[in-house]
Every structure is written in structure tokens, then in C-alpha cells.
């Protein structure tokens, strides 16, 4: 026995020796915690990967098939016209486009060059649906001068 224990009392002797139980005790608490933490985070990461691997992109880039989607739509609530999408695309689809003519100095680029394009062709589609509907067809302004420098627009 070390001779400063001589001088403890046993309730000071007993009462040292509980604290340092629970201080051993909580240490490994602490370190089971840190394991199942660790654990929990490698399946997380294993469940993830699963899930990425079985995805329509994964399978789509397993097949040699181009594969593009709209992940997110943000329009400004004062202002539905504007607005911005957010796609996401596998890299045989930016190869489709760089071999249909796209440009671009990145991937970024290149699909929001087609992206662009994609927009054009639904305004003009749109367009040409309407003039073609002779109750939408904006008709063309008529002058008519009524004299005296004046004219009528209709």
C-alpha cells in the first residue's frame, strides 16, 4: 500500500476508488460509442454506394446509355418567368453531345449549351403553334392615316 494511502480514511479510500470506477466506466462508454459511430457511418457510406450503384444513372452508365434529369426547379415567386433548373448527367451523355456539335470549355458547358437550345426549340415550337391557330394568330398592326398628320392603329 503507497504511503499516501496510509493517511486516507476508508470512506475517502472507498469514495477514490468509485470515482475512479465511474471515470473507467465512462471511458468506455465514451469508447463503444466512438465504435458504433464509426460503424453506423462505414454502413451509411456501404448503404450509399449500394443505393448509387442501383440508380438509374449507375445503370445507365453501366449500359453505355446517355443520361440526363431535372433534379431541381427554382422559380422566383414574384417572378415565375425566371427561375433556374438544375441538372445532373452522365458523362456518355456530354459525349453524345460534344459529337452532335455541342462546345463548351466544360462539361457545365456543354449541357447547358443544349439546354439552351432544348428552351429555344419549345418558344418557337409554342410560336409556330400559335400562329398557326387563326384565334391566337397575332394579327399585324394596321395604319390608317385619317388626315391631318394623324393615323389610326388597329
Known amino acids: 500500500m503507497a504511503l499516501s494511502n496510509l493517511f486516507k480514511t476508508p470512506k475517502r479510500r472507498a469514495e477514490e476508488a468509485r470515482l475512479a470506477a465511474e471515470a473507467q466506466a465512462q471511458s468506455e462508454a ?3 460509442l466512438k465504435r458504433a459511430e464509426a460503424k453506423a457511418k462505414k454502413e451509411a ?8 450503384e442501383n440508380s438509374p444513372k449507375a445503370q445507365a ?4 446509355d446517355p443520361w440526363v434529369q431535372v433534379l431541381n426547379v427554382e ?23 460534344i459529337k452532335s456539335g455541342y462546345q463548351g470549355k466544360t462539361d457545365q458547358d456543354i449541357v447547358d449549351n443544349w439546354f439552351q437550345d432544348v ?3 419549345v418558344v ?9 391557330d387563326p ?8 395604319r390608317r392615316d385619317i388626315g391631318g398628320g394623324k ?3 388597329s
Open 30 to 32: 465514451e469508447k463503444a
Open 45 to 52: 457510406k456501404k448503404a450509399e454506394k449500394l443505393a448509387e
Open 61 to 64: 452508365t453501366k449500359n453505355g
Open 75 to 97: 422559380l422566383d415567386p414574384e417572378n415565375p418567368g425566371a427561375g433556374a433548373f438544375e441538372l445532373d448527367w452522365n458523362d456518355i451523355f456530354v459525349a453524345r453531345l
Open 119 to 121: 428552351c429555344r426549340h
Open 124 to 132: 418557337m415550337e409554342t410560336y409556330q403553334q400559335e400562329q398557326a
Open 135 to 142: 384565334d391566337k394568330r397575332t394579327q399585324p398592326v394596321q
Open 151 to 153: 393615323a389610326e392603329f
